[in-house]
């Protein structure tokens, strides 16, 4: 069975439950959108979801990948990319080193350096290998940020409110260059937004969490 | 096989406890009777009522207290004034910069600068003596003061800097600009609002350095045989000197002594942790009795922190000028001619203690380092598994005096036959040197931002590639800011390397106040200008590299 | 090499180790190291050992002589000679008694120790010095005859168990550019510093030249003499001082600093002579004006003289404990601070200006020539001028008087 789904998972803080036990299924290329108030465990649900849960909050249930069950993995073998609010390019490494970081080892170096050029031709951005990250404008940033996530082939995709903080044009610019990059791979994405132009643009199944 | 996840802090805080404990224990001991190896057994009280027996006892207690409450309020209050008085001030943010030498400079080193300045015969008075008419000196006790106000002072000049910067880090982490904000639109002039709104919330964050500075300006040795008066000498100087009696049996009265400094030290705490509750209540009651008037009183206190901070450079300067003087005689304000004679003369002294000062100081900076990131790096994977309440016990060490534990210790170390060897030493040190490298890793750690490493977990590297290739580079500064820290530390302890090091390890510290009795202040000058270039040059290091490593890294970069 | 070293010394410790069982008198001591025909073989057995020599290193003029020693040795024996500097002798011998309680009867942290006085007795009543005189080839031309103080130290017969290396005798220093005219007596000091108060002190009585200014006093007023040659009775001490307390007590208030804080030794005494605070100080060198003039310590018009009386004069020792590490290296450096080469080095008013312990009628001419060569440098006193020195007193003398002062001093003193 292909795709993301979460069996029964609960989130507790003190003992308390954040919101019922979850179940959803997400299909490749498909994007389900969580939609809830302030404080009702959206982000700590994607944080869990990528093994570093959030420290105090404990939780419950199955996450499965491609039939995989992958609850009790490191967050480094669970194949699942995440993208935040901001950007969080590594500011020690160039543009270059961020793209390379997540692809596996083992590629000889002319395969490396292909792959990044690829990207960065992507990203509109070419020739940009060298450059300093905190020196490229906003929308570049997040471009660079989701090549980053997409190089290290991740069997899907966690999208945690990325598009805040962005102006009107840049988000929607941004959001199809996302959601699009998400289909031509046809990789689960799981986003999380308080958007509702966001979820129209998903596409799918709107989640609300209570509060 | 997979190690508990508590070990590394187990680690960190065993190697600080153990010996802190066990030096304890051989401490307490004895100064209760106890002493198999002299043939002391059982509990007996003759030791109290020899320490009691004691010439003036009373009279080294009260200048012990008075110097040690003195320094740490004179440095509070300056800081407290200068941070209220100048906190908008352009120079302000960058304070660690020019605090740097300052910081860098052992005690001792800044206690022998200011013995040059403010002794009868030193710079103050000859600059003085031209205006006056002196042809002598005056008889007057500037320094060696039977009331240890010098004593007072020349602490104060080292331990003001640092809780600036303390005040400084914990300024980083509280919203000053937009309390400020609100309390001057309140109607409060600059200063007074500082004081109101922001200093209370700076003062729960430097706690643990207001009593670190205490318990040091109680038991600090060197500092008193350099500057406190001779008879009757500060109390942390009596159990030194008992302990290394010809008079074996004088051990038990030492180490009441030591006991009763550590009663003294944790009493001083006591003292001023209510003296703290009741200013804070007063303080409160003038918070909100919306009174403010006063202002240019606080601005002029504070020029006391930038006078101060003159005096420790004039300080250091006058030591590095005695260093390279030729005959000097009062009244001459400047020698007679200015040469290397005396470095050239002393190279072959400076050598072996500049050597073993290193090689004590490095590694144990290097192992400090390691032990703490392995910890700090724990407690971040494994949360309240790996036991980070422990890590509070790192920082015993600070808050009790060093003779109170260090006689303990050096018994166990000649009974474990390690001690007056490198590692004994090594390991002395590092029971120092941890508290304060965990003191500047613990914030910098916590503040940094933990999306970077969910985001590098998730692009597939394991914790440990993460912690290598992500969060070390990116603390590079702090690393680094630590480590110059733990140096400035090692370099400067005098105790530890004399009982660990069973006086056989001498280091620039050792050697510079055995020559402080020696009397040539032109040796004593290029040993003590020497023991301050180590850490300096550690300083400018941890500002300087990381600005050219990122020179092409804005994100890092910028301070 | 190892082999042989251990086994020489394993066998010495053996020896000690028997005889200092926990309830040794006080007296006993180890027993003498073989005659001295086995010198060769200390000799070969000391190459390539490392001594360590606990020494004072408040003045710069010793360190620099014993590391010119340690050049010399290395270059005649292959012994490296490393000084270990010590803020008091006391810390040695706390060290070595440390380790006999401990257990430790081999590879002692102290190899040589300089010592004298009470530090010396205190080995001494405890057993933890060799017996090395014996065994010393230069011993010979010391002159135990003509200068007492190389075989009895403050009248404590040595017997062998510490090697003389250097004389001290008391003189005092004073600037003849503002003092022309120094008092000549303890008494008549106090009637000039009632006149000029504020330019004399001594230092803190703790330290063996601030003690010995004491004692010096206490020559010109004890109403007995030769009660100073016996061990001090508690009951006779109170009358014997009497005269000396009084004279201390008009003397205290018109000290530098009113008499309430002391300068912490000797070199810290000579640095208030220099800056012009007072004008008279005790030592005990009667070459460290020279000396001073010459380093740019003191001006060039200081000159130093002895008091009508006399002056103090003792000797200052090296003793190997009983537990060294490396004992045939100590004898090597103790023979060779007694030979001529290293007692001439010694006594050369550039490098310490230290009188001599040997009988110069037992060297030969061209040993002798090294003596007659020394240059003579102003503000140095001739052998006529420095007489014959008084005899230190019992140890327990000077601690009894430093404790009593500390008690005066400290105790209603702010």
Same mark, same amino acid.
């Given at each position: 069975m292909r795709g993301l789904a979460l069996r029964t998972v609960v989130l507790r803080r003190a003992g308390r439950a954040l919101f019922p036990p979850l179940s959803l299924d997400v299909a490749p290329g498909q994007v389900v959108t969580l939609m809830g108030p302030s404080g009702c465990g959206k982000s700590s649900l994607l944080a869990w979801l990528c093994g570093t849960p959030d420290p105090g909050l404990g939780g419950e249930g199955r996450v499965l990948l491609d039939g995989e069950d992958i609850t009790g993995r490191p967050p480094e073998r669970r194949r699942l990319g995440i993208l935040f609010q901001d950007d969080l390019l590594f500011p020690h490494l160039s543009v270059a080193g961020n793209l390379g970081f997540g692809l596996r080892a083992g590629l000889s170096r002319a395969e490396r350096q292909a792959r990044i050029a690829a990207a960065l031709a992507e990203a509109e951005m070419p020739g940009c290998a060298a450059r300093d990250p905190a020196g490229l404008s906003g929308g570049q940033r997040a471009r660079v940020a989701l090549l980053r996530v997409l190089l290290a082939e991740p069997r899907a995709l966690l999208l945690d409110e990325p598009f805040g903080g962005m102006d009107a044009g840049l988000r929607g610019r941004f959001r199809r260059f996302v959601l699009d990059h998400a289909a031509a791979r046809a990789l689960p994405v799981l986003l999380v937004t308080h958007d509702a132009a966001d979820a129209e643009a998903g596409g799918g199944p709107v989640l609300r969490l209570p509060g | 096989m997979r190690l508990p996840a508590c070990l590394p802090v187990l680690l960190l805080v065993g190697v600080v406890l153990l010996p802190v404990l066990a030096g304890l224990a051989g401490t307490l001991m004895p100064a209760f009777g106890h002493l198999p190896a002299l043939g002391a057994q059982g509990w007996s009280l003759d030791p109290w009522r020899r320490l009691l027996a004691e010439p003036g006892l009373g009279a080294s207690v009260r200048l012990t207290l008075v110097s040690g409450l003195g320094a740490t309020a004179l440095s509070l209050l300056a800081v407290a004034l200068f941070c209220a008085a100048f906190h908008d001030h352009p120079l302000f943010r960058r304070a660690q910069l020019w605090l740097a030498p300052l910081l860098a400079t052992p005690h001792l080193a800044m206690g022998v600068g200011f013995l040059a300045l403010a002794a009868p015969s030193g710079l103050v008075a000859r600059l003085l003596a031209a205006p006056l008419g002196w042809a002598r000196p005056p008889d007057l006790a500037t320094v060696n003061d039977p009331w240890g106000i010098a004593l007072m002072l020349g602490?104060?000049?080292?331990?003001?800097?640092?809780?600036?910067?303390?005040?400084?880090?914990?300024?980083?982490?509280?919203?000053?600009?937009?309390?400020?904000?609100?309390?001057?639109?309140?109607?409060?002039?600059?200063?007074?609002?500082?004081?109101? !709104?922001?200093?209370?919330?700076?003062?729960?964050?430097?706690?643990?350095?207001?009593?670190?500075?205490?318990?040091?300006?109680?038991?600090?040795?060197?500092?008193?045989?350099?500057?406190?008066?001779?008879?009757?000498?500060?109390?942390?100087?009596?159990?030194?000197?008992?302990?290394?009696?010809?008079?074996? $049996?004088?051990?038990?009265?030492?180490?009441? #002594?030591?006991?009763?400094?550590?009663?003294?030290?944790?009493?001083?705490?006591?003292?001023?942790?209510?003296?703290?509750?009741? =200013?804070?209540? $007063?303080?409160?009651?003038?918070?909100?009795?919306? #009174?403010?008037?006063?202002?240019?009183?606080?601005?002029?206190?504070?020029?006391?922190?930038?006078?101060?901070?003159?005096?420790?450079?004039?300080?250091?300067? =006058?030591?590095?000028?005695?260093?390279?003087?030729?005959?000097?005689?009062?009244?001459?304000?400047?020698?007679?001619?200015?040469?290397?004679?005396?470095?050239?003369?002393?190279?072959?002294?400076?050598?072996?203690?500049?050597?073993?000062?290193? #090689?004590?100081?490095?590694?144990?900076?290097?192992?400090?380092?390691?032990?703490?990131?392995? !910890?700090?790096?724990?407690?971040?994977?494994?949360?309240?598994?790996?036991?980070?309440?422990?890590?509070?016990?790192?920082?015993?060490?600070?808050?009790?005096?060093?003779?109170?534990?260090?006689?303990?210790?050096?018994?166990?170390?000649?009974?474990?036959?390690?001690?007056?060897?490198?590692?004994?030493?090594?390991?002395?040190?590092?029971?120092?040197?941890?508290?304060?490298?965990?003191?500047?890793?613990?914030?910098?750690?916590?503040?940094?931002?933990?999306?970077?490493?969910?985001?590098?977990?998730?692009?597939?590297?394991?914790?440990?590639?993460?912690?290598?290739?992500?969060?070390?580079?990116?603390?590079?500064?702090?690393?680094?800011a630590a480590a110059a820290i733990g140096v400035s530390v090692s370099v400067g302890q005098y105790l530890a390397t004399l009982f660990a090091g069973a006086g056989r390890f001498a280091t620039l510290t050792t050697e510079a106040l055995a020559l402080a009795a020696g009397g040539d202040r032109r040796v004593l000058g290029v040993f003590a200008t020497l023991q301050a270039a180590i850490p300096?040059?550690?300083? $400018?290091?941890?500002?300087?590299?990381?600005?050219?490593?990122?020179?092409?890294?804005?994100?890092?970069?910028?301070? | 090499m190892s082999l042989p070293r251990r086994t020489f010394g394993a066998a010495l410790s053996g020896l000690a180790a028997g005889l200092l069982a926990p309830t040794a008198r006080a007296d006993e001591t180890p027993a003498a190291v073989p005659a001295p025909s086995l010198w060769d073989e200390v000799l070969r057995r000391a190459a390539g050992q490392e001594v360590n020599f606990h020494a004072w290193a408040g003045d710069a003029r010793t360190n620099a002589f014993i590391a010119w020693a340690a050049r010399r040795v290395e270059a005649l024996h292959g012994v490296t000679l490393r000084h270990i500097r010590l803020r008091d002798t006391a810390e040695a011998v706390a060290r070595v008694v440390a380790e006999r309680a401990a257990g430790q009867a081999q590879h002692g942290a102290v190899d040589l120790v300089w010592i004298n006085g009470p530090n010396f007795l205190a080995m001494k009543q405890q057993g933890l010095l060799r017996r090395i005189t014996g065994e010393l080839p230069n011993f010979i031309l010391v002159?135990?005859?003509?200068?007492?103080?190389?075989?009895?130290?403050?009248?404590?017969?040595?017997?062998?168990?510490?090697?003389?290396?250097?004389?001290?005798?008391?003189?005092?220093?004073?600037?003849?550019?503002?003092?022309?005219?120094?008092?000549?007596?303890?008494?008549?000091?106090?009637?000039?510093?009632?006149?000029?108060?504020?330019?004399?002190?001594?230092?803190?009585?703790?330290?063996?030249?601030?003690?010995?200014?004491?004692?010096?006093?206490?020559?010109?007023?004890?109403?007995?003499?030769?009660?100073?040659?016996?061990?001090?009775?508690?009951?006779?001490?109170?009358?014997?001082?009497?005269?000396?307390?009084?004279?201390?007590?008009?003397?205290?208030?018109?000290?530098?600093?009113?008499?309430?804080?002391?300068?912490?030794?000797?070199?810290?005494?000579?640095?208030?002579?220099?800056?012009?605070?007072?004008?008279?100080?005790?030592?005990?060198?009667?070459?460290?004006?020279?000396a001073a003039i010459a380093d740019g310590l003191l001006p060039a018009t200081v000159r130093s003289y002895v008091l009508a009386r006399g002056g103090i004069g003792n000797c200052s020792f090296v003793g190997i404990p009983f537990n060294a590490a490396q004992p045939e290296a100590a004898l090597v450096v103790a023979n060779f601070l007694l030979s001529p080469e290293a007692q001439a080095e010694a006594q050369d008013p550039r490098q310490l200006g230290t009188p001599t312990v040997l009988d110069l009628s037992r060297l030969s001419p061209e040993d002798r020539r090294r003596f007659e060569e020394l240059p003579r440098l102003p503000g140095m006193l001739t052998n006529a001028e420095l007489g014959v020195p008084l005899a230190e007193p019992h140890p327990s003398w000077m601690t009894r008087l430093t404790a009593e002062w500390e008690r005066r001093v400290a105790g209603n003193g702010r």
């Amino acid at each position: 069975m292909r795709g993301l789904a979460l069996r029964t998972v609960v989130l507790r803080r003190a003992g308390r439950a954040l919101f019922p036990p979850l179940s959803l299924d997400v299909a490749p290329g498909q994007v389900v959108t969580l939609m809830g108030p302030s404080g009702c465990g959206k982000s700590s649900l994607l944080a869990w979801l990528c093994g570093t849960p959030d420290p105090g909050l404990g939780g419950e249930g199955r996450v499965l990948l491609d039939g995989e069950d992958i609850t009790g993995r490191p967050p480094e073998r669970r194949r699942l990319g995440i993208l935040f609010q901001d950007d969080l390019l590594f500011p020690h490494l160039s543009v270059a080193g961020n793209l390379g970081f997540g692809l596996r080892a083992g590629l000889s170096r002319a395969e490396r350096q292909a792959r990044i050029a690829a990207a960065l031709a992507e990203a509109e951005m070419p020739g940009c290998a060298a450059r300093d990250p905190a020196g490229l404008s906003g929308g570049q940033r997040a471009r660079v940020a989701l090549l980053r996530v997409l190089l290290a082939e991740p069997r899907a995709l966690l999208l945690d409110e990325p598009f805040g903080g962005m102006d009107a044009g840049l988000r929607g610019r941004f959001r199809r260059f996302v959601l699009d990059h998400a289909a031509a791979r046809a990789l689960p994405v799981l986003l999380v937004t308080h958007d509702a132009a966001d979820a129209e643009a998903g596409g799918g199944p709107v989640l609300r969490l209570p509060g | 096989m997979r190690l508990p996840a508590c070990l590394p802090v187990l680690l960190l805080v065993g190697v600080v406890l153990l010996p802190v404990l066990a030096g304890l224990a051989g401490t307490l001991m004895p100064a209760f009777g106890h002493l198999p190896a002299l043939g002391a057994q059982g509990w007996s009280l003759d030791p109290w009522r020899r320490l009691l027996a004691e010439p003036g006892l009373g009279a080294s207690v009260r200048l012990t207290l008075v110097s040690g409450l003195g320094a740490t309020a004179l440095s509070l209050l300056a800081v407290a004034l200068f941070c209220a008085a100048f906190h908008d001030h352009p120079l302000f943010r960058r304070a660690q910069l020019w605090l740097a030498p300052l910081l860098a400079t052992p005690h001792l080193a800044m206690g022998v600068g200011f013995l040059a300045l403010a002794a009868p015969s030193g710079l103050v008075a000859r600059l003085l003596a031209a205006p006056l008419g002196w042809a002598r000196p005056p008889d007057l006790a500037t320094v060696n003061d039977p009331w240890g106000i010098a004593l007072m002072l020349g602490l104060a000049l080292k331990e003001a800097p640092w809780l600036l910067l303390m005040s400084l880090a914990a300024l980083n982490q509280i919203p000053a600009a937009r309390l400020m904000a609100t309390a001057r639109l309140l109607g409060q002039p600059a200063p007074l609002a500082w004081l109101k !709104a922001v200093f209370p919330l700076v003062h729960r964050q430097i706690r643990l350095p207001l009593y670190a500075v205490l318990a040091y300006s109680l038991g600090a040795v060197d500092m008193a045989l350099l500057l406190g008066p001779g008879s009757p000498p500060p109390l942390a100087v009596l159990p030194v000197r008992w302990f290394l009696d010809r008079d074996l $049996a004088m051990n038990l009265p030492a180490a009441a #002594a030591a006991t009763l400094l550590l009663a003294l030290t944790l009493a001083a705490i006591g003292v001023w942790h209510a003296a703290t509750w009741l =200013a804070a209540r $007063a303080g409160r009651r003038w918070a909100a009795s919306g #009174a403010d008037f006063g202002g240019s009183l606080v601005r002029l206190g504070g020029l006391l922190l930038p006078a101060l901070l003159l005096l420790a450079l004039a300080s250091l300067g =006058a030591m590095l000028l005695w260093s390279v003087a030729g005959p000097w005689r009062f009244p001459d304000l400047w020698p007679h001619r200015l040469d290397l004679a005396t470095w050239s003369a002393q190279r072959e002294g400076l050598l072996g203690p500049a050597g073993a000062t290193l #090689a004590v100081a490095l590694p144990a900076t290097a192992l400090a380092l390691l032990l703490v990131v392995v !910890a700090l790096e724990a407690v971040a994977r494994h949360g309240s598994a790996a036991w980070p309440w422990l890590l509070g016990l790192t920082y015993l060490p600070l808050l009790l005096p060093q003779t109170g534990f260090l006689f303990g210790l050096q018994v166990l170390l000649l009974q474990l036959g390690l001690d007056g060897g490198w590692p004994a030493v090594l390991w002395a040190h590092l029971v120092f040197v941890q508290p304060y490298v965990l003191l500047a890793l613990v914030a910098p750690w916590a503040a940094l931002d933990p999306r970077l490493a969910r985001s590098a977990a998730s692009l597939g590297a394991g914790p440990l590639r993460v912690l290598c290739t992500v969060k070390l580079p990116i603390l590079l500064r702090p690393l680094l800011a630590a480590a110059a820290i733990g140096v400035s530390v090692s370099v400067g302890q005098y105790l530890a390397t004399l009982f660990a090091g069973a006086g056989r390890f001498a280091t620039l510290t050792t050697e510079a106040l055995a020559l402080a009795a020696g009397g040539d202040r032109r040796v004593l000058g290029v040993f003590a200008t020497l023991q301050a270039a180590i850490p300096l040059g550690c300083y $400018a290091l941890a500002l300087q590299l990381p600005r050219w490593v990122w020179r092409r890294r804005a994100g890092l970069r910028a301070a | 090499m190892s082999l042989p070293r251990r086994t020489f010394g394993a066998a010495l410790s053996g020896l000690a180790a028997g005889l200092l069982a926990p309830t040794a008198r006080a007296d006993e001591t180890p027993a003498a190291v073989p005659a001295p025909s086995l010198w060769d073989e200390v000799l070969r057995r000391a190459a390539g050992q490392e001594v360590n020599f606990h020494a004072w290193a408040g003045d710069a003029r010793t360190n620099a002589f014993i590391a010119w020693a340690a050049r010399r040795v290395e270059a005649l024996h292959g012994v490296t000679l490393r000084h270990i500097r010590l803020r008091d002798t006391a810390e040695a011998v706390a060290r070595v008694v440390a380790e006999r309680a401990a257990g430790q009867a081999q590879h002692g942290a102290v190899d040589l120790v300089w010592i004298n006085g009470p530090n010396f007795l205190a080995m001494k009543q405890q057993g933890l010095l060799r017996r090395i005189t014996g065994e010393l080839p230069n011993f010979i031309l010391v002159d135990t005859a003509g200068k007492p103080a190389t075989v009895t130290d403050f009248t404590i017969p040595v017997e062998g168990l510490a090697a003389p290396w250097r004389m001290a005798q008391v003189v005092f220093i004073h600037d003849s550019a503002r003092l022309p005219d120094p008092p000549r007596s303890m008494l008549a000091m106090a009637d000039w510093a009632a006149a000029r108060p504020g330019r004399l002190t001594h230092p803190n009585a703790r330290n063996f030249l601030g003690a010995t200014f004491l004692k010096q006093a206490l020559y010109e007023t004890v109403p007995d003499p030769a009660a100073l040659a016996r061990p001090v009775a508690e009951r006779s001490f109170t009358l014997l001082t009497a005269p000396l307390w009084e004279w201390y007590g008009t003397l205290r208030p018109h000290l530098w600093r009113q008499g309430r804080t002391f300068p912490e030794s000797g070199p810290a005494q000579r640095n208030l002579l220099n800056d012009g605070e007072i004008d008279l100080m005790i030592s005990f060198n009667p070459a460290e004006a020279a000396a001073a003039i010459a380093d740019g310590l003191l001006p060039a018009t200081v000159r130093s003289y002895v008091l009508a009386r006399g002056g103090i004069g003792n000797c200052s020792f090296v003793g190997i404990p009983f537990n060294a590490a490396q004992p045939e290296a100590a004898l090597v450096v103790a023979n060779f601070l007694l030979s001529p080469e290293a007692q001439a080095e010694a006594q050369d008013p550039r490098q310490l200006g230290t009188p001599t312990v040997l009988d110069l009628s037992r060297l030969s001419p061209e040993d002798r020539r090294r003596f007659e060569e020394l240059p003579r440098l102003p503000g140095m006193l001739t052998n006529a001028e420095l007489g014959v020195p008084l005899a230190e007193p019992h140890p327990s003398w000077m601690t009894r008087l430093t404790a009593e002062w500390e008690r005066r001093v400290a105790g209603n003193g702010r």
